[in-house]
């Protein structure tokens, strides 16, 4: 038995432990940022329209006018305000006062009876594209209703030649927080991973402990090693408290296995505390290295993962940037986990890209430390 | 303004220009963030991958999934030819939705009867499963109104004319890369004021430039003065930007944008004074503008509309100035706007901006020494 | 580069020879910052005997830590051998560092872990066993007095707690061979002298070989070989009483009892044969160029002067040999543009029971001194003694917790902003800003402090003159030599002619030569009139202030001239007392006071 690198290595990991303990910053990287990311995203963030403030314009309340208009009242969706006229009504569209017109002309009864088709003026505000289209969607949705409504009133109800059935599998409800909460998990492990690892070594360079830890018998592996397992159990109780939230606050289901699930996080784990190495031997002062981990490991994380925005709808080039993060492979698999099951298919190919990536950031960080200060 | 403040103000861009890391850290990430914002951060759906498993062979069922095909939301990547196809598919995310049309589609129809169509998506990512379920239904819909107008020979009750006001091709692009100039700004402001204290007292400089008859206001203006100017700079330059190379279009007047923006920045440059007033060191000023930036972005409403939140979320919105320039930008952006318009927005930005920075220059004074 | 001198390159023979711990051979290191090639190292070869401690002493810059560096096989050589122990450092340096002890010169200690916690990792990493541990632990703490502080954060030590700690460390396991790289710099003179015993007691009682480097030429003496080492080459490699030998007769101490000491420096050194005059009490110590004594045709006319032969030290060839080779032209005297004589009157600093708390701690516990227009005030003490936090005080950077103190009639803290014009302050370490051209940094603060048009114009040119900055104007004031720096924040201070200025530790870090070329300057502004309140570490120094108090705690030990200060304290040592012995004579009857109270 050779005790010295044990030995060695326990030091390391032990002083390591104690300087997460103490050090406040660490704690707020590794505990309060997660948390605070937990509770927006779960609870704050959705991309539904719900509440929209539709303004009706009524010239002439008849029967057919007011049952248009009582769609509006009924759904869930819309939250009507009736007004006197389109100046009025396009004057509250400009200040913001409302998302949408609905102008029903003065003729519009009479015309619909006399099978004139006339028009439904609907006026959206396009700045918020998103929300626009689907109020769009709902208003088409409230039209149709009206329409079947109308025919069945004469007597010869409307077949609509093509009836929609829509599934909208794992996540019928289409809870944002569903999908959500999986991707946040990706941010936390970044955050954890390279943030926190990136900024480490570069402290040891700047307070000079650096060359006091070289001198010792202790090897480059070690060293590495010392400081890996730290980050790595802080990261993996990040992830528990994670997981533990995403269960009992937003009960976001986990169809997969759990196992699995911890499997690839300590793989993605692994290598974003790689990119944290990385960062922070090639530059060893602490604000360059937060900065460069900041725009290199946790804005992608955030934007290019596949988290909020989706990847297939970003231009070519940028789709062939996010195949360079790290996170993009996590997030697949984490949503898939979360919410199909273990499907191997697509957890297979991303943890073979997680792997490759690993082995390229410690492979050249291992190249990088030599025990020398050059 | 007294030469020495002007010599101050000098030096603070001396300070932060000549060195060529701090100049790099100004300018770089703003411009990178730019880019992958600008192009990356899209709710639009493209080329969603759809896959069509038709059990009919008759004429209707094809008429209207060449509806599909021609639509440019959708890139069919495959036709199925058995059921036991379409759960591996979605599950190894093959397609995003698949659509399924029914055995006796084109019989139902030829008998006045109803073709019964599926729509299959792939919820994990929800957002995209709505804006897909929203594009087939908006299909389908256009498709129904024509066949009934032409097999009744009837015109309907009364048929919808939307438009979009301000975005009229409903372009997310055109909302989002207006947010980032109010997101950029919040940034570079931030980091530039909340770092110089810091990095003075580091370097020991900050007890030189106390010693000075320097007055402490005259220190505060000339560490808010580089802040103003790179953030009100850096905005003007993604303003441009936008305009030039993402082809927003600019409608409103830039006059009335200006003096919203300062106030903004103002409150930002508030806002880094009391995180360097508070950090000892570059790096707690750091992590102090990162705690800030991350929740203040997310509270703001720039990727996710403000009324989707809870309540006690909604309430802590109104403490976020960048909530209420994000509006005001896009509004003049977009809607062209005029003050009068979203004075609403400006005088609680105003109230958070003077609110800040007269509790930055109360901490500035008590925690300078 | 020739020599006149006989100190040899080879080390001194004699004692019956064991192999040699340390060989280095035709050592070449360079490198490469911004694009511009240094040598650090050029053609070194050296040899280092066993069982004896062998100084490495050179100035700031001379390439001491990259020889440590490259001994303890952090850096590799571009050219030559260099072998430790017998082993290649460069081929195999973790067989050299599992048998070497290196202190670093910034020891990384972890300050956020105890002292306990840091004596645990270094056991860890230098794999000693866990029954051994106790004992040495024991045996390492009671020699450094570290018993009573096992579970402190060692940021939270003393500078000189923090040294030993460090030195704790690297003997964890003993080494046969210890590197230190300057062990005692920043530290005071009772823990200097602390560490010396505990150096002396690894060789003596553990036969260990030690190689220290040190920029303080006093410690030359307690080396048994001395290896002097400037811009990069070894100049001479023998016993220090050897190299001392070099300017035997040339040393000499002038008095002359009617003129004061600074005048009669200033006289001195202008003399064209005298290399070097340096107050020492009430007298001058002078090295002159040849054997022959100082002719002191530079002092006013009828003075009476007496001219006595010294023993030579160290340090007298030091300067002897540097100051032929740098063949300085520096102008020492600094020309302020008016007199100052608006300070005439009372005293211009005045401290009253002055308390300064952090928490429960009394970092300055009721201080009270005063300081008379023109004169040269020093606040002596160790690292914590409270000298800084006084001096803070005095500037208005920091608030009062109880008690006063006035500069020139005024509270710098509540004055107005206009009354700091009055003062110029040079900070501990070098604090303009680094990225801004010595022209840039001369323009700010000449602004800062009001000066404008054609005044500001000129000052800014007196500037450049009087400190030789003018090749320099156009220079980052962080690529600056460190001299240059120096004279740069100097520059700063002074540019508005203030009537007090104050020095916090202004020579830390800086070589003997412009620690001379320094005090100088400063001599020359008291005897213009300004007021100079100054802290520091370096014991010498003292001997330039006019009047000084002596600090520990927070307290004040005691307060006068230095020789009533060496008269009073510096004990019965059978020789003419120094500052350090009444430094260390005051500290010890301070530390007893404390243990019987």
Same mark, same amino acid.
């Given at each position: 038995?050779?005790?010295?690198?044990?030995?060695?290595?326990?030091?390391?990991?032990?002083?390591?432990?104690?300087?997460?303990?103490?050090?406040?910053?660490?704690?707020?990287?590794?505990?309060?940022?997660?948390?605070?990311?937990?509770?927006?995203?779960?609870?704050?963030?959705?991309?539904?329209?719900?509440?929209?403030?539709?303004?009706?314009?009524?010239?002439?309340?008849?029967?057919?006018?007011?049952?248009?208009?009582?769609?509006?009242?009924?759904?869930?969706?819309?939250?009507?305000?009736?007004?006197?006229?389109?100046?009025?009504?396009?004057?509250?569209?400009?200040?913001?006062?409302?998302?949408?017109?609905?102008?029903?002309?003065?003729?519009?009864?009479?015309?619909?009876?006399?099978?004139?088709?006339?028009?439904?003026?609907?006026?959206?505000?396009?700045?918020?594209?998103?929300?626009?289209?689907?109020?769009?969607?709902?208003?088409?949705?409230?039209?149709?209703?009206?329409?079947?409504?109308?025919?069945?009133?004469?007597?010869?109800?409307?077949?609509?030649?093509?009836?929609? %059935?829509?599934?909208?599998?794992?996540?019928?409800?289409?809870?944002?927080?569903?999908?959500?909460?999986?991707?946040?998990?990706?941010?936390?492990?970044?955050?954890?991973?390279?943030?926190?690892?990136?900024?480490?070594?570069?402290?040891?360079?700047?307070?000079?402990?650096?060359?006091?830890?070289?001198?010792?018998?202790?090897?480059?592996? %070690?060293?590495?090693?010392?400081?890996?397992?730290?980050?790595?159990?802080?990261?993996?109780?990040?992830?528990? *408290?994670?997981?533990?939230?995403?269960?009992?606050?937003?009960?976001?289901?986990?169809?997969?296995?759990?196992?699995?699930?911890?499997?690839?996080?300590?793989?993605? *784990?692994?290598?974003?505390?790689?990119?944290?190495?990385?960062?922070?031997?090639?530059?060893?002062?602490?604000?360059?290295?937060?900065?460069?981990?900041?725009?290199?490991?946790?804005?992608?994380?955030?934007?290019?993962?596949?988290?909020?925005?989706?990847?297939?709808?970003?231009?070519?080039?940028?789709?062939?940037?996010?195949?360079?993060?790290?996170?993009?492979?996590?997030?697949?698999?984490?949503?898939?986990?979360?919410?199909?099951?273990?499907?191997?298919?697509?957890?297979?190919?991303?943890?073979?890209?997680?792997?490759?990536?690993?082995?390229?950031?410690?492979? *050249?960080?291992?190249?990088?430390?030599?025990?020398?200060?050059? | 303004?007294?030469?020495?403040?002007?010599?101050?103000?000098?030096?603070?861009?001396?300070?932060?220009?000549?060195?060529?890391?701090?100049?790099?850290?100004?300018?770089?990430?703003?411009?990178?963030?730019?880019?992958?914002?600008?192009?990356?951060? $899209?709710? @639009?759906?493209?080329?969603?991958?759809?896959?069509?498993?038709?059990?009919?062979?008759?004429?209707?069922?094809?008429?209207?999934?060449?509806?599909?095909?021609?639509?440019?939301?959708?890139?069919?990547?495959?036709? /199925?030819?058995?059921?036991?196809?379409?759960?591996?598919?979605?599950?190894?995310?093959?397609?995003?939705?698949?659509?399924?049309?029914?055995?006796?589609?084109?019989?139902?129809?030829?008998?006045?009867?109803?073709?019964?169509?599926?729509?299959?998506?792939?919820?994990?990512?929800?957002?995209?499963?709505?804006?897909?379920?929203?594009?087939?239904?908006?299909?389908?819909? @256009?498709?129904?109104?024509?066949?009934?107008?032409?097999?009744?020979?009837?015109?309907?009750?009364?048929?919808?004319?939307?438009?979009?006001?301000?975005?009229?091709? /409903?372009?997310?692009?055109?909302?989002?890369?207006?947010?980032?100039?109010?997101?950029?700004?919040?940034?570079?402001?931030?980091?530039?004021?909340?770092?110089?204290?810091?990095?003075?007292?580091?370097?020991? $400089?900050?007890?030189?430039? /106390?010693?000075?008859?320097?007055?402490?206001?005259?220190?505060?203006?000339?560490?808010?003065?580089?802040?103003?100017?790179?953030?009100?700079?850096?905005?003007?330059?993604?303003?441009?930007?936008?305009?030039?190379?993402?082809?927003?279009?600019?409608?409103?007047?830039?006059? $009335?944008?200006?003096?919203?923006?300062?106030?903004?920045?103002?409150?930002?440059?508030?806002?880094?004074?009391?995180?360097?007033?508070?950090?000892?060191?570059?790096?707690?000023?750091? /992590?102090?503008?990162?705690?800030?930036?991350?929740?203040?972005?997310?509270?703001?409403?720039?990727?996710?509309?403000?009324?989707?939140?809870?309540?006690?979320?909604?309430?802590?919105?109104?403490?976020?100035?960048?909530?209420?320039?994000?509006?005001?930008?896009?509004?003049?952006?977009?809607?062209?706007?005029?003050?009068?318009?979203?004075?609403? @927005?400006?005088?609680?930005?105003?109230?958070?901006?003077?609110?800040?920075?007269?509790?930055?220059?109360?901490?500035?004074?008590?925690?300078?020494? | 580069?020739?020599?006149?001198?006989?100190?040899?390159?080879?080390?001194?023979?004699?004692?019956?020879?064991?192999? !040699?711990?340390?060989?280095?051979?035709?050592?070449?290191?360079?490198?490469?910052?911004?694009?511009?090639?240094?040598?650090?190292?050029?053609?070194?070869?050296?040899?280092?005997?066993?069982?004896?401690?062998?100084?490495?002493?050179?100035?700031?810059?001379?390439?001491?830590?990259?020889?440590?560096?490259?001994?303890?096989?952090?850096?590799?050589?571009?050219?030559?051998?260099?072998?430790? +122990?017998?082993?290649?450092?460069?081929?195999?340096?973790?067989?050299?560092?599992?048998?070497?002890?290196?202190?670093?010169?910034?020891?990384?200690?972890?300050?956020?872990?105890?002292?306990?916690?840091?004596?645990?990792?270094?056991?860890?990493?230098?794999?000693?066993?866990?029954?051994?541990?106790?004992?040495?632990?024991?045996?390492?703490?009671?020699?450094?007095?570290?018993?009573?502080?096992?579970?402190?954060?060692?940021?939270?030590?003393?500078?000189?707690?923090?040294?030993?700690?460090?030195?704790?460390?690297?003997?964890?396991?003993?080494?046969? +061979?210890?590197?230190?790289?300057? !062990?005692?710099?920043?530290?005071?003179?009772?823990?200097?002298?602390?560490?010396?015993?505990?150096?002396?007691?690894?060789?003596?009682?553990?036969?260990?070989?030690?190689?220290?480097?040190?920029?303080?030429?006093?410690?030359?003496?307690?080396?048994?070989?001395?290896?002097?080492?400037?811009?990069?080459?070894?100049?001479?490699?023998?016993?220090?009483?050897?190299?001392?030998?070099?300017?035997?007769?040339?040393?000499?101490?002038?008095?002359?009892?009617?003129?004061?000491?600074?005048?009669?420096?200033?006289?001195?050194?202008?003399?064209?044969?005298?290399?070097?005059?340096?107050?020492?009490?009430?007298?001058?110590?002078?090295?002159?160029?040849?054997?022959?004594?100082?002719?002191?045709?530079?002092?006013?006319?009828?003075?009476?002067?007496?001219?006595?032969?010294?023993?030579?030290?160290?340090?007298?060839?030091?300067?002897?040999?540097?100051?032929?080779?740098?063949?300085?032209?520096?102008?020492?005297?600094?020309?302020?543009?008016?007199?100052?004589?608006?300070?005439?009157?009372?005293?211009?600093?005045?401290?009253?029971?002055?308390?300064?708390?952090?928490?429960?701690?009394?970092?300055?516990?009721?201080?009270?001194?005063?300081?008379?227009?023109?004169?040269?005030?020093?606040?002596?003490?160790?690292?914590?003694?409270?000298?800084?936090?006084?001096?803070?005080?005095?500037?208005?950077?920091?608030?009062?917790?109880?008690?006063?103190?006035?500069?020139?009639?005024?509270?710098?803290?509540?004055?107005?902003?206009?009354?700091?014009?009055?003062?110029?302050?040079?900070?501990?370490?070098?604090?303009?800003?680094?990225?801004?051209?010595?022209?840039?940094?001369?323009?700010?603060?000449?602004?800062?402090?009001?000066?404008?048009?054609?005044?500001?114009?000129?000052?800014?040119?007196?500037?450049?003159?009087?400190?030789?900055?003018?090749?320099?104007?156009?220079?980052?004031?962080?690529?600056?030599?460190?001299?240059?720096?120096?004279?740069?924040?100097?520059?700063?201070?002074?540019?508005?002619?203030?009537?007090?200025?104050?020095?916090?530790?202004?020579?830390?870090?800086?070589?003997?030569?412009?620690?001379?070329?320094?005090?100088?300057?400063?001599?020359?502004?008291?005897?213009?009139?300004?007021?100079?309140?100054?802290?520091?570490?370096?014991?010498?120094?003292?001997?330039?202030?006019?009047?000084?108090?002596?600090?520990?705690?927070?307290?004040?030990?005691?307060?006068?001239?230095?020789?009533?200060?060496?008269?009073?304290?510096?004990?019965?040592?059978?020789?003419?007392?120094?500052?350090?012995?009444?430094?260390?004579?005051?500290?010890?009857?301070?530390?007893?006071?404390?243990?019987?109270?």
């Amino acid at each position: 038995m050779k005790p010295g690198p044990l030995l060695r290595l326990r030091g390391m990991i032990r002083k390591e432990w104690l300087q997460v303990v103490r050090d406040p910053s660490s704690i707020a990287i590794a505990f309060f940022l997660p948390l605070l990311l937990l509770l927006i995203f779960g609870y704050g963030v959705s991309l539904d329209a719900t509440n929209i403030r539709m303004g009706l314009v009524i010239e002439q309340p008849d029967t057919a006018s007011l049952s248009f208009a009582g769609g509006f009242e009924q759904s869930a969706y819309f939250a009507p305000v009736r007004l006197a006229s389109i100046q009025e009504a396009e004057a509250a569209l400009r200040a913001s006062a409302i998302d949408g017109i609905v102008w029903l002309r003065h003729d519009f009864g009479a015309d619909s009876l006399s099978a004139q088709s006339p028009p439904i003026g609907v006026l959206v505000n396009g700045v918020d594209a998103n929300t626009a289209r689907l109020i769009e969607g709902y208003v088409q949705g409230i039209w149709f209703g009206w329409l079947e409504q109308q025919a069945e009133r004469a007597g010869r109800p409307l077949r609509s030649p093509v009836q929609l %059935e829509q599934r909208i599998w794992f996540n019928p409800q289409v809870r944002s927080t569903d999908f959500l909460v999986p991707g946040i998990l990706a941010v936390i492990m970044t955050l954890i991973g390279a943030l926190l690892t990136a900024l480490v070594i570069a402290r040891e360079w700047e307070r000079g402990t650096m060359e006091s830890l070289l001198v010792t018998r202790i090897s480059v592996n %070690e060293i590495l090693l010392g400081k890996l397992i730290p980050y790595f159990i802080l990261g993996m109780g990040g992830l528990l *408290l994670s997981l533990v939230m995403a269960h009992v606050l937003f009960h976001v289901p986990l169809r997969g296995s759990l196992w699995l699930l911890f499997a690839v996080s300590a793989l993605f *784990l692994w290598v974003a505390l790689g990119m944290g190495f990385f960062i922070s031997t090639v530059f060893r002062s602490q604000f360059v290295a937060a900065l460069v981990a900041m725009i290199s490991t946790f804005l992608p994380a955030f934007i290019l993962s596949g988290f909020i925005f989706d990847i297939r709808s970003m231009p070519a080039f940028i789709q062939g940037v996010t195949y360079l993060i790290a996170a993009r492979y996590y997030v697949a698999i984490l949503q898939t986990l979360f919410l199909v099951g273990n499907v191997w298919s697509v957890i297979l190919p991303n943890a073979a890209a997680l792997t490759a990536m690993g082995l390229f950031f410690h492979g *050249l960080v291992y190249r990088k430390t030599r025990k020398r200060l050059e | 303004m007294g030469p020495r403040l002007l010599a101050l103000i000098v030096k603070e861009f001396l300070a932060l220009f000549r060195d060529r890391k701090s100049r790099l850290a100004v300018i770089v990430p703003p411009i990178l963030q730019l880019l992958i914002f600008g192009y990356a951060a $899209t709710f @639009d759906l493209e080329h969603a991958t759809l896959a069509i498993y038709n059990e009919d062979s008759g004429a209707f069922s094809r008429d209207l999934i060449g509806r599909f095909e021609r639509s440019p939301a959708f890139e069919v990547v495959g036709y /199925l030819r058995s059921e036991e196809e379409i759960k591996p598919l979605i599950d190894r995310k093959g397609a995003l939705l698949v659509l399924r049309v029914g055995e006796q589609c084109s019989a139902n129809v030829a008998q006045g009867e109803s073709c019964a169509v599926q729509a299959l998506i792939d919820g994990r990512n929800s957002n995209t499963a709505m804006l897909a379920l929203n594009y087939v239904r908006s299909i389908i819909t @256009d498709f129904n109104e024509e066949r009934i107008e032409q097999t009744t020979g009837t015109s309907l009750p009364a048929r919808l004319a939307i438009r979009a006001w301000f975005n009229p091709n /409903l372009e997310s692009r055109w909302f989002i890369v207006p947010g980032i100039v109010a997101l950029l700004a919040m940034i570079v402001t931030l980091v530039v004021t909340a770092l110089s204290v810091a990095r003075e007292r580091e370097a020991g $400089t900050f007890d030189q430039l /106390l010693v000075t008859p320097l007055r402490p206001w005259e220190i505060l203006i000339g560490k808010a003065m580089p802040g103003l100017i790179v953030g009100v700079g850096e905005a003007s330059l993604i303003v441009a930007a936008a305009v030039y190379w993402f082809r927003v279009p600019l409608v409103g007047d830039l006059l $009335t944008l200006y003096p919203a923006l300062i106030i903004y920045v103002l409150s930002i440059i508030g806002i880094g004074l009391m995180i360097s007033s508070f950090s000892a060191t570059l790096q707690q000023a750091l /992590l102090g503008s990162f705690l800030f930036i991350v929740p203040a972005v997310t509270l703001s409403g720039f990727s996710t509309p403000i009324a989707n939140m809870p309540d006690f979320m909604q309430a802590l919105t109104y403490l976020d100035p960048m909530r209420y320039f994000l509006t005001i930008v896009r509004r003049v952006f977009l809607e062209g706007a005029g003050s009068e318009y979203f004075w609403n @927005d400006l005088w609680p930005m105003s109230l958070i901006a003077v609110a800040t920075l007269s509790l930055a220059t109360w901490l500035f004074r008590h925690r300078m020494y | 580069m020739e020599h006149s001198t006989a100190v040899t390159d080879i080390p001194p023979q004699g004692e019956p020879q064991s192999p !040699p711990v340390l060989v280095l051979d035709g050592v070449v290191k360079t490198f490469t910052v911004e694009k511009k090639r240094i040598v650090a190292l050029d053609d070194v070869s050296c040899t280092v005997r066993p069982g004896m401690v062998t100084g490495l002493i050179g100035p700031d810059g001379a390439g001491k830590t990259t020889l440590m560096r490259l001994c303890a096989g952090l850096l590799a050589p571009d050219q030559g051998t260099l072998r430790a +122990l017998g082993l290649d450092a460069v081929a195999e340096p973790l067989a050299v560092q599992a048998r070497i002890g290196y202190m670093p010169q910034r020891f990384g200690l972890y300050e956020d872990l105890s002292v306990r916690e840091n004596l645990d990792l270094y056991a860890d990493l230098q794999g000693v066993a866990a029954t051994a541990r106790p004992e040495r632990y024991r045996q390492l703490l009671a020699m450094a007095g570290l018993e009573g502080f096992q579970g402190r954060l060692a940021g939270r030590l003393s500078g000189g707690m923090k040294q030993k700690l460090g030195l704790v460390c690297t003997l964890v396991r003993p080494p046969r +061979l210890l590197l230190l790289d300057e !062990p005692t710099v920043g530290v005071d003179p009772v823990s200097r002298r602390e560490l010396w015993q505990i150096v002396y007691h690894l060789v003596e009682a553990e036969g260990m070989s030690v190689l220290l480097s040190t920029a303080y030429l006093d410690e030359a003496e307690r080396c048994a070989e001395v290896v002097l080492i400037h811009g990069g080459r070894i100049l001479g490699h023998d016993r220090p009483q050897a190299f001392s030998r070099q300017v035997d007769g040339r040393t000499w101490l002038v008095r002359a009892p009617a003129l004061a000491k600074r005048a009669l420096q200033r006289a001195l050194s202008r003399e064209p044969a005298v290399l070097d005059a340096l107050i020492l009490g009430t007298a001058v110590r002078v090295v002159s160029r040849d054997r022959r004594p100082p002719a002191l045709s530079t002092l006013p006319a009828a003075t009476e002067a007496e001219v006595a032969p010294v023993a030579p030290r160290f340090e007298d060839y030091f300067v002897a040999t540097l100051k032929d080779e740098t063949a300085n032209g520096n102008n020492n005297h600094i020309a302020l543009g008016t007199v100052n004589s608006r300070t005439n009157g009372g005293d211009v600093i005045t401290v009253d029971n002055l308390v300064r708390r952090f928490g429960d701690f009394f970092a300055v516990d009721h201080v009270s001194f005063r300081v008379r227009p023109g004169e040269i005030f020093g606040l002596l003490g160790a690292n914590g003694a409270g000298k800084t936090t006084t001096f803070r005080m005095l500037c208005g950077l920091l608030p009062i917790t109880s008690g006063a103190c006035t500069v020139a009639g005024m509270n710098l803290r509540t004055a107005a902003a206009a009354a700091r014009a009055r003062i110029g302050y040079m900070a501990q370490k070098f604090s303009l800003y680094g990225n801004l051209t010595v022209l840039q940094n001369l323009r700010f603060f000449s602004s800062a402090y009001g000066l404008r048009g054609a005044r500001r114009r000129d000052q800014i040119d007196w500037a450049l003159a009087t400190f030789d900055l003018e090749p320099y104007a156009a220079t980052e004031s962080q690529d600056l030599p460190l001299g240059f720096k120096q004279r740069l924040a100097l520059a700063v201070a002074l540019m508005h002619e203030p009537e007090v200025l104050f020095l916090d530790e202004p020579t830390s870090g800086v070589d003997p030569l412009a620690r001379r070329e320094f005090w100088a300057q400063i001599n020359s502004l008291a005897d213009q009139g300004v007021t100079v309140l100054v802290t520091t570490h370096f014991m010498e120094e003292a001997e330039y202030c006019d009047r000084l108090v002596i600090m520990a705690d927070g307290r004040v030990l005691a307060e006068g001239t230095p020789e009533e200060m060496k008269e009073r304290h510096g004990g019965a040592q059978g020789r003419e007392a120094t500052m350090e012995d009444a430094f260390i004579g005051l500290l010890e009857a301070h530390q007893l006071t404390g243990a019987t109270a």
